[in-house]
């Protein structure tokens, strides 16, 4: 048993002089500050972390200000298409979902996923019919579509579709990539982690990125750590990137500090890789890196203070 708990959120890298079409600085602190705190509490209740990332996660899709539930960016129909997934540190069970449509909270169907089948990922319809099987909460598309994701969509197609762009993405990092997530260290000593995203403005032929893929944008194990990455998805999703991360406390015996440092000079060694990551070790240190100019993020490192990155 622990005596402290530990708690990480993040809501996206990228230059974040350009969040203004989001929100402002001060609508980011307040909605960071009121979400780390409500995790917090759960947390001193002695919460599972597992159950601190889901709600945590949860509470940012519920937030317009960010591209996951609501809010999330529009594929290349104008529609929004979300991928989430969570796991456990204590038995590495993991859920996910990909490609899934007007799901209220895409981390709570990916929780289901982990609780209630034997599986780890579903996708597409499969999915859908799996969250109307458990009665999950699915709302209108109205709900999900925000006028600054409408303007963002049409200046993307105008742009000629760049947003897919592998050259023109790595030629333009002042994009911001929005995806979120949680990482927990609860008072028994577990740790868990929760991605959510909307993924890629004008996204293509059912394209996914790395949030739902366990090992890439998300990773927990109790002797390690636990890891939610943002960032450009298939540079992620190459490097297997969380899983580096957890191989290098492993490997290495390294603090979460440097461990996320030593992921992204790994990322971009080896990719050129945009974005970022948020890791607690299993000692509950915090740490965070990011080859963006920017990150949103922030912490409580065993109990004490919280604590923000919003550029
Ligand atoms: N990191 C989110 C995505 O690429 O979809």
Not at 120 to 147: K, N, Q, R, S, T
């Amino acid at each position: 048993m622990s005596n402290h708990y530990s708690l990480m959120i993040h809501g996206g890298a990228g230059a974040l002089q350009h969040i203004q079409a989001e929100g402002s600085e001060e609508d980011f602190a307040q909605s960071m500050y009121g979400i780390l705190e409500q995790g917090r509490l759960k947390l001193q209740q002695g919460a599972p972390a597992l159950d601190v990332v889901e709600h945590c996660v949860s509470l940012l899709e519920d937030d317009p200000l960010y591209n996951a539930g609501r809010g999330s960016v529009l594929n290349e129909y104008g529609e929004v298409e979300m991928d989430a997934a969570i796991m456990d540190g204590q038995d590495l069970a993991a859920g996910s979902v990909a490609g899934i449509k007007n799901i209220k909270n895409p981390i709570s169907l990916a929780r289901l996923v982990l609780k209630k089948s034997e599986h780890v990922m579903l996708i597409g319809h499969g999915a859908m019919e799996f969250a109307e099987l458990w009665g999950v909460e699915c709302l209108p598309d109205d709900y999900f579509i925000i006028e600054s994701r409408i303007k963002q969509f049409q200046e993307a197609e105008k742009a000629g579709k760049m947003m897919l762009d592998h050259e023109d993405i790595e030629q333009e990092p002042q994009r911001k990539f929005g995806t979120v997530g949680a990482t927990a260290f609860d008072l028994e000593g577990n740790l868990a982690a929760a991605t959510s995203t909307g993924g890629i403005v004008n996204k293509r032929w059912g394209r996914v990125g790395d949030s739902p893929i366990i090992g890439a944008g998300v990773f927990a194990d109790n002797d390690t750590c636990a890891v939610s990455a943002t960032g450009y998805g298939e540079q992620f999703m190459r490097t297997v990137l969380a899983k580096m991360i957890s191989d290098c406390i492993h490997f290495q015996s390294l603090a979460a500090p440097q461990a996320a440092q030593a992921g992204i000079e790994y990322l971009v060694a080896k990719v050129k890789g945009l974005g970022g990551v948020i890791v607690i070790d299993a000692k509950g240190r915090c740490g965070a890196g990011h080859s963006t100019s920017g990150m949103i993020y922030g912490w409580i490192e065993h109990g004490g203070e919280s604590h923000f990155q919003l550029t």
